[in-house]
């Protein structure tokens, strides 16, 4: 397989976007599960966990918009 062919597939799977976005998630859980004590919920760590939640969100967002605008 060479570079072009493989340029050629990350383009029609959007390929790179769809494993950003997973290792995105697997970087935020990670990041809160180790970070805070999710059984001592106070006001700090809920924002926190909100704020991780909606840009999470964006993100999700942007990649189902990027793949309709695509189509």
Same mark, same amino acid.
């Given at each position: 397989?060479?570079? +072009?062919?493989f340029?050629?597939w ?9 494993? =950003?976005?997973? *290792?995105?998630? *697997?970087?935020i =859980? *990670?990041?809160?599960t =180790? +970070? @805070? +004590?999710? =059984? ?8 926190i /966990?909100?704020? /991780?939640?909606?840009?999470? +969100? /964006?993100?999700?967002? @942007?990649? /189902?918009?990027?793949?309709k605008?695509?189509?």
């Amino acid at each position: 397989m060479n570079i +072009s062919k493989f340029i050629e597939w990350t383009e029609k799977y959007r390929i790179i976007r769809k494993l =950003t976005l997973l *290792w995105a998630v *697997w970087l935020i =859980t *990670w990041t809160v599960t =180790t +970070s @805070f +004590s999710l =059984t001592d919920i106070n006001g700090a760590v809920a924002t926190i /966990v909100t704020a /991780v939640v909606g840009i999470l +969100s /964006v993100a999700v967002k @942007f990649l /189902v918009h990027g793949d309709k605008e695509g189509e």
